[in-house]
């Protein structure tokens, strides 16, 4: 691992996004609640939520860092589903593998309980698009 310790505890906060593509029927059942897994959303923001806060034991050499917030969140678009998570704590180190782990996790949930139904989907573009300390 890298020392941080020589660096000031700061607020920091990271978001990250990402998308499943899938079919448009698939985001139909999707908003009728008719998947066969059932509540998708649900279940994959909290899916999200634990993987960020349990980065440290996935990503070898990640700190441990005592997470204040993490929000998981969805955007149901024509061909897609967008994924947000927003990651926020006082840490040494930033909190982007603890967002771009939320998304991911969050992202491959989806997958697995759309899989039944949509044998087309894929998992784009996941990245950091705001990171900051204060």
Do not use: W
Not at 69 to 76: A, Y
Not at 96 to 105: K, N, P, Q, Y
């Amino acid at each position: 691992m890298v020392n941080v310790g020589a660096k000031p505890a700061q607020r920091r906060r990271a978001v990250a996004r990402g998308k499943l593509v899938c079919q448009a029927g698939t985001l139909l059942a999707l908003k009728r609640n008719a998947l066969p897994k059932g509540d998708v959303l649900t279940v994959a923001q909290v899916a999200g939520i634990q993987a960020a806060k349990r980065t440290a034991e996935l990503i070898p050499l990640c700190h441990t860092l005592g997470l204040s917030v993490v929000e998981v969140s969805f955007r149901v678009r024509a061909r897609a589903i967008e994924i947000t998570c927003a990651a926020e704590t006082t840490a040494h180190t930033g909190v982007e593998m603890e967002a771009l782990t939320g998304v991911s996790v969050a992202a491959l949930t989806l997958y697995d309980m759309c899989k039944a139904v949509d044998k087309t989907m894929r998992i784009e573009g996941v990245r950091v698009v705001e990171k900051t300390k204060s």
